[in-house]
């Protein structure tokens, strides 16, 4: 059964610090990688999508892929509290459909 | 960026009756779309696919009979939960996967912005 797994948390990182989230995947045949933040009682929102290995970066957001290690992370540098929310770590499966992690809470205190 | 709208946003309803909720791709095409549901503090669940012009495809353990996926067009798809009950009152999410030309959003999902549902 193809999981992807994500520490739950919470991650809590100060205002103005770098907030690491990692996540894995069990399906090495996968090739599309999502990472999205969800506030709560709020639908998920993409923040970034990686399809090759290495480094992809979008503002204060970078995400890492290392399809050896079936590992992909999300850094998000200059953490404000707004960045406060859920994020969930999905792999595309072989239907289309995205396969979730179960999410980081990561807490950002002023 | 790529809008994906669901109406209504806000459903309270006696137990019993059925509910219809819609999502639409504003602007891009979706030949699949999925409806997820949300419980208090847990993940997202997957409950179908819904693609366009074909039946959907259930996950396990959801009732078929009870959440009703329509595809009728390349933007829209509706479920209907059926003579509902308090147990089915939780937070509805579709996704619409866009397949355009543009790379940078060639199979991605974008999500609505959900729908609670509340059967009393």
Known sequence: ?110 | GAVVSQHPSWVICKSGTSVKIECRSLDFQATTMFWYRQFPKQSLMLMATSNEGSKATYEQGVEKDKFLINHASLTLSTLTVTSAHPEDSSFYICSARDLGPTSGRRGTQYFGPGTRLLVL
């Open chain 1, 1 to 110: 059964q193809k999981e992807v797994e994500q520490n739950s948390g919470p991650l809590s990182v100060p205002e103005g610090a770098i907030a690491s989230l990692n996540c894995t995947y069990s399906d090495r045949g996968s090739q599309s990688f999502f990472w999205y933040r969800q506030y709560s009682g709020k639908s998920p929102e993409l923040i970034m999508s990686i399809y090759s290995n290495g480094d992809k970066e979008d503002g204060r957001f970078t995400a890492q892929l290392n399809k050896a290690s079936q590992y992909v992370s999300l850094l998000i540098r200059d953490s404000q509290p707004s960045d406060s929310a859920t994020y969930l770590c999905a792999v595309m499966g072989s239907q289309g459909n995205l396969i979730f992690g179960k999410g980081t809470k990561l807490s950002v205190k002023p």
